[in-house]
């Protein structure tokens, strides 16, 4: 494959001796120093953004080869690393890997110490009763009902022990998490935590008041469903009469703010909507959407009694062109909207595929032509997210990412809402990721099975690990979900 070439050099820092002065080094560069307090890279970073460190012989050359790493492996210099470093996000994710290695080892795929991205679902309760939800929520808005789910100052706790881990980002999701009167509450904790926060919703509850408390509370991206641009279908799968047009309501009011950095449209796809593509991304370019992410019906909660409404291997393969080709399209000249999936691991591959190996999304999520990469990388972001794919590719869960429950138990994915890996305030976030039996399996993906074991894009691709569950109740099983 194209995009493997280049890392013959790369695949000999996974062996023996080398390997193990690569998890050497990886530690010491993210450590505190036991004489400044202080952790190398940091300090870096720190520098980068005009704050002035105390000199400590001992951790100097730990800082000198922070600086070097992050100059020839990330394509880091002077400008770019100044901006790098104001950039919480990117500095927590580089620590995560960093950290990763120096636990795990050198890997492909790369587990990060924490995970990147928590995705919470922070509350059983919704206002729709929608047909697919993998959370199985329920429309009582009354919380007695639900006793279990974490207190606001539970999830304050949360937060803290979320941000003390080195996270970079968390994701509200639900239920609908706007059911929640302290939503705000927390979101606004966690934004003034230097956490990306982000909202899943179904979009009816938002109007201009509602819009602007979510950017004041620092939620700076908003993804809203819409299932199907024929609003009965939409309402029908959605369980409420008039769901579209608050949903479509609510994604107007949204990009009319223009104060959201991500403005995503999520479409389930189903066989009654696969004419609505060409649509979706029209609606998705007018209304001044920054994506539009397409996901499959999981196998899980709700989802699976819907058997009737999935797509024909066929039809995927079909809608799979379709949304790669405008991908590559966005890729290359930046006009239209940005296509994504999720819970379709084979986009990527797919995408790589027509495009020659040159374009193509790593964990699902990111890509190294967007703009707010080649504002820092320039013209090296493609290159750098290129040559480290195997290391990122494919399903995160377990590696990058995992779930939260509303009762804050650890899950290895969001929609795997009945498998509870440990309660984070008790056990706490670190001691399940590190140690948890389940996670550890996942990781090695060396052991999936099936064709997703013998298939030659498993290090971008991999299928998806929940669809694999849900099906066969094997994490490592192979995705049956995937057409090709």
Same mark, same amino acid.
């Given at each position: 494959?194209?995009?493997?070439?280049?890392?013959?050099?790369?695949?000999?820092?996974?062996?023996?001796?080398?390997?193990?002065?690569?998890?050497?080094?990886?530690?010491?560069?993210?450590?505190?120093?036991?004489?400044?307090?202080?952790?190398?890279?940091?300090?870096?970073?720190?520098?980068?953004?005009?704050?002035?460190?105390?000199?400590?012989?001992?951790?100097?050359?730990?800082?000198?080869?922070?600086?070097?790493?992050?100059?020839?492996?990330?394509?880091?210099?002077?400008?770019?690393?100044?901006?790098?470093?104001?950039?919480?996000?990117?500095?927590?994710?580089?620590?995560?890997?960093?950290?990763?290695?120096?636990?795990?080892?050198?890997?492909?795929?790369?587990p990060?110490?924490p995970?990147i991205?928590?995705?919470?679902?922070?509350?059983?309760?919704?206002?729709?009763?929608?047909?697919?939800?993998?959370?199985?929520?329920?429309?009582?808005?009354?919380?007695?009902?639900?006793?279990?789910?974490?207190?606001?100052?539970?999830?304050?706790?949360?937060?803290?022990?979320?941000?003390?881990?080195?996270?970079?980002?968390?994701?509200?999701?639900?239920?609908?998490?706007?059911?929640?009167?302290?939503?705000?509450?927390?979101?606004?904790?966690?934004?003034?935590?230097?956490?990306?926060?982000?909202?899943?919703?179904?979009?009816t509850m938002?109007?201009?008041?509602?819009?602007?408390?979510?950017?004041?509370?620092?939620?700076?991206?908003?993804?809203?469903?819409?299932?199907?641009?024929?609003?009965?279908?939409h309402? @029908? =799968?959605?369980? +409420? *009469?008039?769901?579209?047009a &608050?949903? $479509?309501?609510? %994604?107007?009011?949204?990009? #009319?703010?223009?104060?959201?950095? @991500? =403005?995503?449209? +999520? *479409?389930?796809?189903?066989? &009654?909507? $696969?004419?609505? %593509?060409?649509?979706?991304i #029209?609606?998705?370019?007018?209304?001044?959407?920054?994506?539009?992410?397409?996901?499959?019906?999981?196998?899980?909660?709700?989802?699976?009694?819907?058997?009737?409404?999935?797509?024909?291997?066929?039809?995927?393969?079909?809608?799979?062109?379709?949304?790669?080709?405008?991908?590559?399209?966005?890729?290359?000249?930046?006009?239209?909207?940005?296509?994504?999936?999720?819970?379709?691991?084979?986009?990527?591959?797919?995408?790589?595929?027509?495009?020659?190996?040159?374009?193509?999304?790593?964990?699902?999520?990111?890509?190294?032509?967007?703009?707010?990469?080649?504002?820092?990388l320039?013209s090296?972001?493609?290159?750098?997210?290129?040559?480290?794919a195997?290391?990122?590719?494919?399903?995160?869960?377990?590696?990058?990412?995992?779930?939260?429950?509303?009762?804050?138990?650890?899950l290895?994915?969001?929609?795997?809402?009945d498998?509870?890996?440990?309660?984070?305030?008790?056990?706490?976030?670190?001691k399940?990721?590190?140690?948890?039996?389940?996670?550890?399996?996942?990781?090695?993906?060396?052991q999936?099975?099936?064709?997703c074991?013998?298939?030659?894009?498993?290090?971008?691709?991999?299928?998806?690990?929940?669809?694999?569950?849900?099906?066969?109740?094997?994490w490592?099983?192979?995705?049956?979900?995937?057409?090709?």
């Amino acid at each position: 494959m194209r995009y493997t070439r280049k890392n013959t050099l790369l695949k000999l820092f996974e062996q023996g001796p080398v390997e193990r002065a690569v998890r050497i080094l990886a530690n010491h560069l993210v450590t505190v120093c036991p004489r400044c307090n202080n952790i190398p890279i940091n300090e870096v970073f720190a520098n980068a953004r005009g704050i002035q460190s105390s000199f400590c012989w001992r951790c100097v050359p730990d800082r000198i080869t922070a600086k070097f790493f992050l100059k020839s492996v990330i394509q880091l210099r002077d400008k770019k690393l100044q901006q790098f470093a104001s950039n919480t996000l990117y500095t927590r994710s580089v620590i995560a890997w960093l950290r990763g290695i120096g636990k795990f080892g050198v890997s492909r795929p790369q587990p990060t110490l924490p995970p990147i991205a928590i995705v919470w679902n922070f509350t059983h309760r919704c206002n729709l009763k929608c047909l697919h939800c993998y959370q199985d929520s329920y429309s009582s808005l009354d919380a007695h009902s639900y006793p279990t789910e974490l207190s606001t100052i539970e999830a304050l706790k949360v937060v803290d022990i979320v941000t003390k881990s080195g996270c970079g980002s968390l994701s509200f999701s639900g239920g609908e998490p706007l059911i929640r009167d302290d939503f705000y509450d927390i979101a606004k904790h966690t934004s003034e935590r230097g956490l990306l926060c982000t909202l899943s919703t179904n979009g009816t509850m938002i109007d201009h008041t509602i819009a602007k408390k979510l950017i004041s509370s620092g939620v700076s991206g908003i993804s809203i469903s819409l299932d199907s641009l024929d609003s009965k279908f939409h309402d @029908e =799968l959605r369980g +409420a *009469v008039g769901a579209h047009a &608050k949903a $479509l309501r609510g %994604i107007e009011v949204c990009a #009319e703010n223009g104060q959201f950095k @991500e =403005l995503i449209i +999520a *479409v389930t796809l189903t066989n &009654k909507n $696969l004419k609505d %593509i060409p649509g979706f991304i #029209e609606l998705a370019s007018e209304i001044g959407a920054t994506r539009l992410y397409i996901s499959r019906i999981l196998p899980v909660g709700r989802g699976k009694a819907l058997r009737h409404l999935r797509v024909t291997p066929l039809g995927q393969r079909q809608v799979l062109k379709e949304l790669a080709t405008e991908f590559i399209n966005y890729a290359k000249t930046g006009e239209g909207v940005a296509v994504m999936t999720r819970g379709m691991t084979y986009f990527a591959p797919r995408c790589a595929i027509l495009s020659n190996y040159e374009i193509f999304p790593i964990s699902e999520i990111v890509v190294g032509f967007e703009k707010r990469h080649e504002e820092i990388l320039g013209s090296s972001a493609k290159k750098l997210f290129r040559q480290f794919a195997e290391y990122a590719g494919g399903c995160a869960t377990g590696l990058t990412y995992c779930g939260l429950s509303p009762e804050g138990n650890i899950l290895p994915c969001a929609p795997a809402t009945d498998v509870h890996l440990g309660n984070i305030l008790q056990d706490g976030l670190e001691k399940i990721w590190i140690n948890n039996p389940v996670l550890r399996k996942i990781r090695d993906r060396s052991q999936v099975t099936g064709k997703c074991g013998r298939c030659t894009h498993n290090l971008i691709c991999g299928g998806c690990r929940v669809t694999a569950y849900g099906e066969t109740g094997d994490w490592l099983a192979s995705d049956p979900s995937c057409p090709y």
